[in-house]
């Protein structure tokens, strides 16, 4: 059984920060949308997408709103709105847009709990000299680390985990999103020490009556909260 591999979390930040939590990926396309979207309904949080690349067609936060049938004002707006569908660093480039630290500060969301959606993976650079891991060390919440089931799963997902525990970053647990995968789950829980959240399956049709079954069926609320 999959809840078989829970181990005891980390320590925790100040409950204010128990309040945010970051949803970290081990890479482009693990999930971490459709995860949010789900996060952010089962702890009834208002969601922040930091910096989106692509503007044309359904933007994350457009997606999240749609998934967890979020009212306008559980939307915290994007510190940036990059035109190119790329890289955040290359979009910056092309958009003429400089990303800086100091536009990142965390929302007031006067006492609401605040689900973050990361971009992209750990790594990323956000400007030439800035990584994404760069925002979380300086912002110190707790980060969700949201990976897939496939092929390779366990390399990333604790080289990811290395980083964040070298940069002293708070990791609440690991969320997985994909078919079920026991031996990389165990693996990954064991060897990295990380608390295993849940699973979220491939969902079909993806709705938001359908992600919002499955989360809840997959995910306990006080996982986040504790």
């Excluded at 952010?40 to 692509?54: S, T």
């Excluded at 985990?161 to 994909?178: C, H, M, T, Y």
Aim: some cysteine; charged content about 25%; overall charge neutral.
């Amino acid at each position: 059984m999959e809840n078989e591999v829970r181990t005891t979390p980390d320590k925790r930040s100040s409950s204010t920060s128990r309040q945010r939590i970051v949803v970290a990926g081990t890479g482009v396309g693990v999930g971490k949308t459709v995860f949010c979207a789900g996060l952010v309904n089962l702890l009834g949080a208002k969601f922040w997408k930091p910096i989106q690349a692509g503007l044309e067609g359904e933007t994350d936060t457009q997606r999240v709103a749609r998934f967890a049938s979020l009212s306008p004002d559980r939307i915290v707006p994007e510190a940036y709105r990059l035109e190119t569908a790329a890289w955040p660093h290359c979009s910056s480039e092309v958009d003429e847009v400089y990303v800086k630290a100091e536009s990142l500060e965390l929302p007031d969301t006067e006492g609401q709990p605040l689900v973050i959606e990361g971009t992209g993976g750990l790594m990323e650079p956000l400007n030439c000299g800035l990584l994404y891991i760069d925002l979380l060390e300086r912002w110190r919440l707790p980060v969700v680390l949201c990976t897939s089931t496939t092929l390779g799963t366990i390399n990333c997902s604790l080289l990811s985990i290395e980083a964040l525990r070298r940069r002293q970053i708070d990791i609440l647990g690991i969320a997985f999103v994909g078919e079920k995968n026991s031996d990389a789950v165990r693996a990954i829980c064991e060897i990295g020490r990380v608390r295993w959240l849940g699973r979220l399956p491939w969902i079909t049709p993806l709705a938001a009556d359908t992600l919002q079954a499955a989360f809840k069926a997959s995910f306990w609320r006080d996982d986040f909260k504790s």
